[in-house]
């Protein structure tokens, strides 16, 4: 939901979060190195077929897409289950535009540094990452004769948010909200903040968004994090000097 657009928390982290900040670095280097045409905010030629040679389609499950990309002379390649898994991997990396990588990198910035924080470097990543593959199948069995490349962090970030919202639902977000035509900021539960955005994939989904690779993405991270042993923690306050006089 882009009109809910969360910008921080006063939920501070024990240790520095190098592993979220090296996955936003690892997402915004290969928008930029490996992508064709990037950047842009609708995408170019060159990604799109990017993306048909690199990034897993859902229809090459089964094995039953066309010889080629629809609207393009661009073969789209057979993939053994192996090849199919690892360019799932790859896609958690790759974004279509500006503005799909902008906010996703929003979101892991704002709510993967304290799920870090509570799962340590190794287990966060292994975590992220299950997360992406576990989205991707969601997104891929309920459209299993779509013939374009599923792309993005997304289903990751929203594993991320499925954990966030079980260990610390009281936190407080800071949200940007329209009101009218201006913009203010709000602050919110966590709960409030990703129950809406949760709610909101099935109320608005958006023309060409994955939308069930986020709720996948959210559920496996809720139901991954409480089998990990995570359960609802007290935010801790954001320390303050005391004013004296």
Known sequence: MISLIPISDANP??????????????????????????PSFGGTVESGEYFVREAPIPCQFEDECPATAPGTDVPI?????????????????????????????????????????????????????A?????????????????????????????????YIVLYPRARVNVLVPIIIIWT???????????LWFVGQFLLPQPGVAWQAHVGGFIFGVIGIFLLGGRPHKPQPIWQPEWRY
Not at 185 to 195: D, E, K, N, R, T
């Open 77 to 129: 390649p057979d993939r053994t289950l192996t090849s199919f898994l690892m360019s799932i991997l790859f896609s958690t990396f790759l974004h279509a535009d500006i503005l799909h990588i902008g906010f996703n990198m929003l979101f892991l910035w704002v709510f993967g540094n304290n799920v870090e924080d509570y799962l340590g470097p190794v287990k966060y990543v292994l975590f992220y990452l």
């Open 13 to 38: 982290t024990k240790r520095f979060p190098i592993f979220t900040i090296g996955l936003i670095a690892l997402n915004v280097l290969a928008f930029f190195l490996l992508e064709p045409g990037q």
């Open 131 to 163: 997360g992406g593959i576990a989205a991707a199948f969601a997104h891929i069995f309920t459209n299993l004769g779509s013939d374009v490349p599923a792309v993005g962090a997304s289903g990751a970030v929203a594993a991320v948010l499925g954990a």
């Open 185 to 195: 900021v709000l602050q919110l539960s966590a709960f409030i903040v990703l129950g």
